[in-house]
């Protein structure tokens, strides 16, 4: 089944405590993505990448950093995390017609 | 002013009725028009794309674009409880990061 998986689904952690949200496709996508979405805003580009070791910004880059070492994977990474990171995060891949979307992952932040 | 504007709701329908979500938006330059439909804890899935204007059906669901007015619409016919959802439009130029509205609230009532 072609499918994004990630993980964690649910995940609560402290000011400054460094995590990673793992995103991982099966379906040979060049085009990767992350998002977060929040009440009112929609969803918004965090970070993105066209192939393996090229990524580039998004809209809301600030405070995330991502890497491409193999075209199936793409993690988020939080190096210190902060309260107003406190979202439902979303990875993507693109297909000629649109984007297959994790299941996502809510991301709390005390 | 936001790229894509989408009301967003709740859009409360009795089972049967027929469903309209809209949205507008100020890129002259979109082509590519999608609508996700996202259920509660869920990742948005894609439901309909079309490119440049006109109407595509599919089912219950029919999209429509009017370019010359910058009006995007999903139309649900004979909707079921099922369809409450969270629908989100999206669109971009080609290969750039899709575009999102905010999304509306869907409830179909029995």
């Known amino acids: 089944e072609a499918q994004v998986t990630q993980n964690p689904r649910y995940l609560i952690t402290v000011t400054g405590k460094k995590l990673t949200v793992t995103c991982s496709q099966n379906m040979n996508h060049e085009y990767m993505s992350w998002y977060r979405q929040d009440p009112g805003l929609g969803l918004r580009q965090i970070y993105y990448?066209?192939?393996?070791?090229?990524?580039d910004k998004g809209d809301v880059p600030e405070g995330y950093k991502v890497s491409r070492k193999e075209k199936r994977n793409f993690p988020l990474i939080l190096e210190s995390p902060s309260p107003n990171q406190t979202s439902l995060y979303f990875c993507?891949?693109?297909?000629?017609?649109?984007?297959?979307f994790g299941s996502g992952t809510r991301l709390t932040v005390v | 002013q936001k790229e894509v504007e989408q009301d967003p709701g709740p859009l409360s329908v009795p089972e049967g009725a027929i469903v309209s979500l809209n949205c507008t938006y100020s890129?002259?330059?979109?082509?590519?028009f999608m609508w996700y439909r996202q259920y509660s804890r869920k990742g948005p899935e894609l439901l309909m794309y079309t490119y440049s204007s006109g109407n595509k059906e599919d089912g219950r669901f029919t999209a429509q674009v009017d370019k010359s007015s910058k009006y995007i619409s999903l139309f649900i016919r004979d909707s079921q409880p099922s369809d409450s959802a969270t629908y989100l439009c999206?669109?971009?130029?080609?290969?750039?990061?899709?575009?999102f509205g905010t999304g509306t609230r869907l409830l179909v009532s029995p």
């Open positions: 890129n002259s330059a979109f082509q590519y």
């Open positions: 993507a891949s693109r297909h000629n017609y649109g984007y297959t």
């Open positions: 990448s066209m192939n393996v070791e090229v990524t």
């Open positions: 999206a669109m971009n130029t080609g290969f750039q990061k899709l575009v």
